[in-house]
């Protein structure tokens, strides 16, 4: 029972190990699409103000 439950503590461990260094791994890459997705946002607002005006 001991032994089992230790073996699943350490799995855990590894797994929670990996999760951090994913997220470490991810985080620039997340910031950099948040960045993207607001340019990308601000373009179509603009493209929007300019056609509008236009119309």
């Known amino acids: 029972m001991g032994?089992?439950?230790h073996r699943i503590n350490k799995q855990n461990?590894?797994?929670s190990v990996l999760y951090r260094e994913a997220e470490?791994?991810?985080k620039p890459i997340k910031?950099?699409?948040l960045w993207?997705?607001?340019i990308y946002?601000?373009?179509i607002m603009v493209s929007?103000?300019?056609f509008t005006?236009?119309?």
């Open 3 to 5: 032994d089992h439950f």
């Open 13 to 15: 461990r590894l797994i």
């Open 24 to 26: 470490l791994k991810l």
């Open 31 to 33: 910031i950099a699409l």
């Open 36 to 38: 993207a997705f607001d």
């Open 41 to 43: 946002l601000s373009l």
């Open 48 to 50: 929007l103000r300019n």
């Open 53 to 55: 005006s236009k119309a």
